[in-house]
């Protein structure tokens, strides 16, 4: 039998908000917090800081408690160029604070996020003094 879609590409969501995603032969199930992390990096490392809050957000609501700290710090550091972008220092700085704070325990790397790179980010953003940071990179 012909299929239309090559079985490695097939990519099915259930009700339950998993998302099943077929690689050859081997199936893998995406959490809701897997696929709303994705989207939120994505959306952060396109500079839509606001939206990639909102995605985060998601993320974090659906997390296993373990992992809330992580999502959540992830929350703060978009948050926190969101914040400088509307020129809010005491919000950026608020934010940077806490994103520090709740990403630390996951450095070096957490889920495919390189944790320490973001954490020197958020380090140069603090020592910066100024709202004028540089994009944010999350390699």
């Known amino acids: 039998m012909k299929r239309s879609t ?12 998993y ?5 050859g032969t081997t199936w893998r199930r995406w959490s809701k917090s897997e696929s709303d ?3 939120g990096l994505d959306l952060a490392r396109a500079g ?10 998601d993320a974090w609501r659906a997390a296993d408690p373990a992992e809330k700290d992580f999502f959540q710090g992830l929350v703060h550091v978009v948050v926190a160029w969101y ?4 020129g809010n ?15 630390g325990p996951f450095s070096p790397t957490h889920r495919g996020v ?5 954490l020197s980010q958020v380090e140069a953003a603090q020592a ?7 994009p944010l990179d999350i390699p």
């Open 6 to 17: 090559p079985a490695r590409r097939i990519v099915a969501t259930t009700a339950a908000g």
């Open 19 to 23: 998302h099943s995603v077929s690689v």
């Open 37 to 39: 992390l994705a989207r």
């Open 48 to 57: 839509e800081y606001f939206a990639a809050h909102e995605a985060l957000e």
């Open 83 to 86: 914040q400088a972008g509307r």
């Open 89 to 103: 220092e005491t919000g950026c700085e608020r934010q940077l604070e806490k994103a520090a704070r709740r990403l």
């Open 114 to 118: 390189e944790v320490a790179a973001l």
């Open 128 to 134: 910066l003094g100024t709202l004028e940071l540089p």
